[in-house]
T-cell receptor, first 115, second 114 residues
């Protein structure tokens, strides 16, 4: 079974609108971490946001928030007020277990922001 | 702030050639990782290291070797390059024990094996 599933290969959003990128995960561990990374066309991997499995509050970092639904094993990324510079690939990732040596990445979602 | 530095940025190899992808970090991170990213795919873990002298296999280790003689450096060796190893390679590091274990990535090495 896939550890991380991103079911949206491509998404479009109007500038200044909000968009949700879906991510579901599969683990039997109690302790794990969930991450979102942005990969612009230049290729680098940029960390966006982190959610720990024991965190009760949803993580927020500026315009990024993570909608964490533990029972559903989902960790959706919400980008508010989309900007043209948000056009990129977005990857969901999971660090499993403790001390968490293994990381798993999804196949990514390509987001295009339309002016 | 150098962070994680990978060299070279691009390389073309012939089948059967060998090469070493270099990775160095200046953040005093104990954990380091090598990933490959095939076109249209996510990252797959090749090898990782939890400290100098300690390495372990990830999801796709075949055809690769690593060593970790210092905290800063984690080179990846391809001994007999094959077309299936055409990919973009990312090195990453993290400070184990800080809680979040955020991975910081290098800029990547784009490798073509022809």
């Amino acid at each position: 079974a896939q550890k991380i599933t991103q079911t949206q290969p491509g998404m479009f959003v109007q500038e200044k609108e909000a968009v949700t990128l879906d991510c579901t995960y599969d683990t039997s561990d109690q302790s794990y971490g969930l991450f979102w990374y942005k990969q612009p066309s230049s290729g680098e991997m940029i960390f966006l946001i982190y959610q720990g499995s024991y965190d009760e509050q949803n993580a927020t970092e500026g315009r990024y928030s993570l909608n964490f639904q533990k029972a559903r094993k989902s960790a959706n990324l919400v980008i508010s007020a989309s900007q043209l510079g948000d056009s990129a690939m977005y990857f969901c990732a999971m660090r499993e277990g403790f001390p968490g040596n293994q990381f798993y990445f999804g196949t990514g979602t390509s987001l295009t922001v339309i002016p | 702030n150098a962070g994680v530095t990978q060299t070279p940025k691009f390389r073309i190899l012939k089948i059967g050639q060998s090469m070493t992808l270099q990775c160095t970090q200046d953040m005093n991170h104990n954990y380091m990782y090598w990933y490959r990213q095939d076109p249209g795919m996510g990252l797959k873990l090749i090898y990782y290291s939890v400290g100098a002298g300690i390495t372990d296999k990830g999801e796709v280790p075949n055809g690769y070797n690593v060593s970790r003689s210092t905290t800063e450096d984690f080179p990846l060796r391809l001994e007999l390059a094959a077309p299936s190893q055409t990919s973009v390679y990312f090195c990453a590091s993290t400070k184990q024990g800080e809680g979040k274990n955020i991975q910081y990535f290098g800029a990547g090495t784009r490798l073509s094996v022809l």
